[in-house]
């Protein structure tokens, strides 16, 4: 559950303050594509299904 709040966190942040910190138009915010490799990729799974500001997941070698 502490995985899932910390990559909420960083997703929030990222729709809250792109613009500012990327630059406007920068970084395309619909598309955002969230990636793990091994328990990070089951983190990504599992945090990704849930979340519809989410349009792809990555994973490599998730730990299932």
Not at 23 to 45: C, P, T, V, Y
Not at 56 to 61: E, G, P, V, Y
Request: glycine share 10%; aromatic share 10%; no cysteine.
């Amino acid at each position: 559950e502490k995985r899932n709040n910390d990559i909420k966190e960083v997703i929030d942040f990222i729709h809250e303050r792109s613009s500012e910190v990327f630059g406007e138009g920068r970084m395309n915010i619909q598309k955002l594509i969230l990636g793990g490799h091994s328990f990070g990729g089951l983190n990504a799974f599992t945090y990704g299904a849930k979340d519809p500001r989410v349009a792809s997941i990555l994973t490599l070698d998730p730990a299932f």
